[in-house]
């Protein structure tokens, strides 16, 4: 129970009654005339489920205390009723949409006229949930300076483990329409305190500050703890409940929200509404926030390989193009040489053409290419090598006119690249036998490039390179994005994840590849390697590894120890290596460099693999 005081019995009984006759899914008129009787209350807009009960009416004369105000944005303000009703699964709180900067202060008491609706965030295509609100609002101000309502706790021992009720198969999947169960579902606890004043306590940060003034935490500091302080996304079914979203209510230009890395302690307390928005779900919008402290964490730094190992490297590098500024170029060389101790071969994804983002028809990445290296030798790194194939223009995805494509970076002091008759970006490349060994027809080549599944998509790049008279086939890879996928927090539950299908076809692709190898050498060294965009326990993961061609050598770690990416304060893996049967003996490193910090040369952690061929 949240207070003391119940509804009236006259107002649930009538509201009661207005539901079962239909008056509140009728005219506006039937609603203002059942409600004449008595004022609606906040929670009776609210309602029990997802979705108010007066959704589309006209209200008058709604009454509560303003406990937030939103200049910037989205702009309103929130308002709560101090007297709650007996019923958990009903908010005290709504948010108030006015489009101009308000004029109503925190403390206010306020009655509120206007039309309730359901808004939501990224619109109806991105599965999200909505918020309840009321717009074009008539505001007249009762009182100032009152005491606002006491804040609902956020806690762990209030949220529940179970994350999210089943969606009803009649409704596609959707839980709008189901009765909210607070003391059993996550995510119905976060939505029965939907618009309310609530706040967390001291809370480990799980989530690292972000370009847009936004954190994560958990509230729950042993759910599934990473090795370094996140928190661990380890199956569809671990949607560790306790995450939180953390912005603030003051304008930057006011305030500057405070910068914060994985493993750091939001202290204190953090107290404001509880919003919902399209890039993350439930959010604390804090009206008062905690303080920063600051944990160990620093960048990590891989063990160089022996003389008689060879180390092969996967890092997305985001986007590099010659108009980053230098530091870019520089910090990301100075990762290769201090933190991936200069890996004899490193597969690059994101590396765009000479003049990236500008779309002109450029599809030649030399000057790129040429920058990063002579910066990997500034660096006092060694002078790697390339190779990698040209795209056709505009036909590979990602940011329109950088033409991004994976690059294999190699150490001629310690590895060779066997050159055969390179191919372009239409051509496949394919598998022969030379001296009862597997070779590739052409290195570098493209993997099925006129495959539908590489639509609009990165092919994959095959390279044969032998080192100390050993041959290796490298494939880089950069599978296709999560973008249109919903998120954790959908109004499905599932929620809908439509990228998989492409990954999906992707990853035959590639697996049936590599099973071409394998018949000809069932003991080709072979490693696939780059961003999957997918986790280790996935449909597209399952399909690499179909038949034991591959294995994801990421699993070889502690559970702990398994990310390369944070995203919405769940840690996880994308970036991968995978092995073929041949390479039975390995040391597998993900170098923890970017993701669980504020300050980031690049979104993903590179991945590090070590072998004796």
Do not use: C
């Amino acid at each position: 129970m949240r207070s003391s005081h119940p509804r009236s019995a006259a107002v649930s009984a009538l509201v009661a009654t207005a539901l079962a006759t239909g008056l509140l899914a009728g005219t506006a008129d039937a609603a203002e005339g059942a409600a004449s009787a008595d004022p609606i209350r906040i929670h009776d807009i609210q309602g029990t489920t997802r979705i108010s009960p007066l959704n589309g009416k006209q209200v008058a004369d709604v009454a509560g205390i303003v406990t937030g105000v939103r200049t910037y944005g989205s702009r309103g303000f929130w308002m709560q009723d101090p007297d709650a009703d007996d019923n958990d699964a009903t908010s005290e709180g709504v948010f108030v949409f006015t489009s101009s900067v308000p004029t109503v202060a925190v403390g206010d008491a306020v009655k509120v006229s206007g039309l309730v609706g359901e808004y939501i965030p990224g619109g109806v295509s991105s599965g999200n949930q909505s918020v309840t609100q009321i717009s074009k609002p008539a505001v007249t101000v009762v009182s100032s300076g009152n005491a606002l309502p006491e804040a609902a706790a956020i806690n762990e021992y209030n949220v529940p483990a179970e994350y999210a009720p089943a969606g009803d198969p009649a409704a596609a999947g959707s839980i709008n329409g189901l009765t909210l169960d607070p003391s059993r579902y996550a995510l119905d606890f976060y939505e029965s305190l939907e618009g309310m004043n609530v706040k967390i306590g001291t809370s480990r940060v799980v989530g690292a500050t972000d370009p847009h003034a936004e954190l994560w935490v958990t509230v729950k500091g042993w759910e599934n703890t990473a090795k370094r302080g996140g928190t661990i996304y380890g199956s569809y079914e671990s949607q560790n409940t306790g995450r939180l979203q953390i912005q603030q209510l003051a304008p930057l230009a006011q305030q500057p929200f405070p910068v914060a890395n994985v493993g750091d302690k939001l202290t204190g307390t953090t107290e404001g509404p509880l919003d919902f928005n399209q890039f993350g779900g439930y959010t604390l919008v804090a009206r008062t926030l905690g303080t920063v402290k600051a944990g160990t964490l620093a960048p990590e730094k891989t063990k160089a390989q022996a003389a008689n190992e060879l180390a092969v490297a996967t890092y997305n590098v985001e986007n590099l193009d010659p108009s980053d500024p230098q530091e870019k170029f520089d910090n990301l060389a100075k990762a290769v040489v201090a933190n991936l101790a200069s890996p004899d071969i490193l597969a690059l994804e994101e590396i765009q053409d000479d003049n990236g983002a500008k779309n002109d028809g450029t599809v030649s990445a030399e000057q790129t290419l040429t920058k990063f290296t002579a910066a990997i030798v500034a660096a006092g790194g060694p002078a790697y090598q390339w190779r990698t194939i040209n795209p056709e223009d505009k036909k590979d995805g990602g940011e329109p006119g950088g033409n991004i494509r994976q690059v294999f970076l190699f150490n001629p002091a310690r590895v060779s690249f066997t050159d055969r008759a390179a191919g372009d970006a239409v051509t496949a490349t394919g598998v022969v036998k030379e001296q009862g060994k597997a070779a590739l027809t052409h290195s570098p080549g493209r993997i099925d490039p006129a495959n539908p599944a590489w639509a609009d998509s990165r092919k994959p790049l095959a390279g044969e390179f032998v080192f100390k008279g050993k041959t290796v086939f490298v494939i880089a890879n950069h599978f296709g994005s999560k973008g249109g996928d919903e998120g954790l927090t959908s109004s499905h539950q599932p929620p809908v994840r439509s990228s998989e299908a492409k990954r999906l076809l992707q990853a035959q692709a590639v697996n049936g590849f590599v099973k071409e190898l394998l018949a000809t050498d069932k003991n080709a060294n072979v490693l696939a390697v780059g961003d999957i965009n997918d986790f280790e326990f996935s449909g597209t993961t399952q399909a690499l590894e179909d038949g034991g061609a591959l294995y994801a050598a990421v699993k070889s770690l502690p559970k702990a120890e398994r990310y390369s990416y944070v995203y919405q304060g769940n840690a996880q893996v994308l970036d991968q290596i995978l092995t073929s049967p041949a390479i039975k003996s390995f040391t597998y490193d993900s170098v923890h460099i970017n993701a669980e910090f504020s300050a980031q040369n690049s979104d993903h952690d590179p991945q590090v693999l070590r072998f004796r061929p």
